[in-house]
């Protein structure tokens, strides 16, 4: 079964948040690293930690949530994110990526 996940990204505690959705965590995460798309929002504004995920196995209603907290209050994610991270420590600081290998 696919997965899909809504998740955060920051550049440092309470720092800029970025809210996305995709199928493939990992990947994408890699890709905010090494900034593949350089003009994207989070390239300008190095948010390179994941401080955040939920797992969906529907990408519909994946993508209505993203949509939901995007709308959202600055105050509501923050909640959100501290509920499950209070440090905003970047979760993937330990995920063993594959940089040579790099999907555009």
């Not at 905010?32 to 504004?45: C, G, I, M």
């Not at 939901?68 to 509501?76: A, S």
Request: net charge positive.
């Amino acid at each position: 079964m696919k997965l899909w996940y809504v998740y955060i990204m920051s550049n440092k505690h309470q720092g800029v948040i970025y809210v996305g959705v995709t199928d493939n965590l990992m990947e994408r995460v890699k890709e905010h690293k090494l900034k593949v798309y350089p003009d994207s929002f989070t390239a300008r504004y190095n948010c390179d930690k994941l401080i955040y995920f939920e797992e969906w196995e529907n990408g519909f209603e994946a993508t209505k949530r993203e949509k939901q907290l995007k709308k959202w209050k600055r105050d509501w994610k923050v909640n959100l994110i501290e509920d499950m991270n209070p440090t905003w420590m970047d979760i993937s600081m330990n995920w063993n990526f594959n940089f040579n290998k790099i999907r555009k």
